[in-house]
């Protein structure tokens, strides 16, 4: 027997997220476009609730982010390689669990941006041309705190673009890119504080 519509509950209606402290209430979203084919694919647009242009600031701010991650993974495998010195066991051994740790993340970061619709940059050339961190040559192997500091400066840059990236996601109201670099700050900040820890 049909349900008689005055027994059906009422279904919540959404208010705007309460604001940050510091930030402004957001507003209400209009409801997304119904889904369309693209003229060069069969395929189904994208309708997953963020509009194409939020899509696209977040995928370009997880490029950026893609590319600081990975040069700073190339860092980290390049001093596991070439530490020497009085700390070479310890630090061998912890560059190793930092860079096979990171090189996972690599992975998860450029298959969010895939998932946002957009290409993930792929080459050094462009990941030169998005990170904030720059190549460090370091002539003494043996300068083990050199290594170090420079980790350091590498993880927290890393930290500063997350949270650029987390603010423009938040907006958004893109959840899975929120955890993803909720979680990625976890790790820098923890791999920042150890590697500090070293040189007090």
């Not at 370009?60 to 010195?85: E, I, M, P, Q």
């Not at 895939?114 to 460090?136: D, H, M, N, W």
């Amino acid at each position: 027997m049909a349900k008689n519509k005055a027994d059906k509950a009422e279904k919540p209606v959404k208010t705007p997220a309460a604001a940050k402290p510091g930030k402004p209430a957001k507003a209400a979203k209009p409801a997304p476009a119904p889904a369309t084919t693209t003229a060069a694919s069969s395929a189904p647009a994208i309708n997953i609730g963020i509009s194409t242009a939020e899509r696209e600031k977040i995928a370009d701010g997880l490029s950026h982010f893609l590319a600081d991650a990975y040069t700073l993974y190339l860092k980290t495998h390049n001093y596991h390689w070439n530490v020497t010195g009085s700390m070479f066991n310890s630090l061998h051994a912890m560059f190793m669990d930092q860079y096979t740790e990171q090189w996972t993340a690599l992975d998860e970061i450029a298959e969010r941006i895939r998932a946002l619709g957009f290409k993930a940059p792929g080459s050094y050339r462009q990941f030169v041309a998005l990170a904030s961190i720059e190549e460090t040559v370091l002539e003494d192997s043996s300068d083990w705190r050199a290594m170090v500091t420079d980790l350091v400066a590498g993880h927290e840059a890393v930290c500063r673009t997350a949270r650029r990236v987390l603010d423009i996601a938040d907006d958004a109201d893109d959840a899975p890119s929120e955890d993803l670099l909720t979680q990625r700050l976890q790790i820098h900040e923890k791999y920042a504080w150890m590697l500090r820890s070293l040189l007090q």
